[in-house]
């Protein structure tokens, strides 16, 4: 089992940075395919990135549309950590993010593909 704990939210004004990170407990972190997700007032869950296992090479990642070319995600498995930064942030990147965590093999934006998650962290962008 592996228990998911989000920060790094928080208010900042359109164009601006932040950076997320989510931290794993437990001994099997680097088994677990990693994704972010995000939710909206009034809105479904929607995915926003996911990053794989680490392979021999390098792991794979995958981003929404949305946000492709402005978040990058990336993990340390010796630190039990994934990181979620998020560069020139638009009101519309404004939600609840969270942190999930997918047993199975691949990469999934489906949120149901997902076993655990965390409890979120808000970002709130300014226009």
């Known amino acids: 089992q592996v228990q998911l704990v989000e920060s790094g939210g928080g208010l900042v004004q359109a164009g601006g940075s932040l950076r997320l990170s989510c931290a794993a407990s437990g001994r099997t972190f680097s088994s677990y395919n990693m994704g972010w997700f995000r939710q909206a007032p009034g809105k479904e869950r929607e995915f926003v990135s996911a990053?794989?296992?680490?392979?021999?090479?390098?792991?794979?990642?995958y981003y929404a549309d949305s946000v492709k070319g402005r978040f990058t995600i990336s993990r340390d498995n010796a630190k039990n950590t994934v990181w979620l930064q998020m560069n020139n942030l638009k009101p519309e990147d404004t939600a609840v993010y969270y942190c999930?965590?997918?047993?199975?093999?691949?990469?999934?934006?489906?949120?149901?593909?997902?076993?655990?998650w965390g409890q979120g962290t808000q970002v709130t962008v300014s226009s």
């Open positions: 990053i794989s296992k680490i392979s021999w090479s390098a792991s794979s990642t």
């Open positions: 999930a965590a997918r047993r199975a093999p691949g990469l999934s934006k489906n949120s149901l593909h997902y076993d655990y």
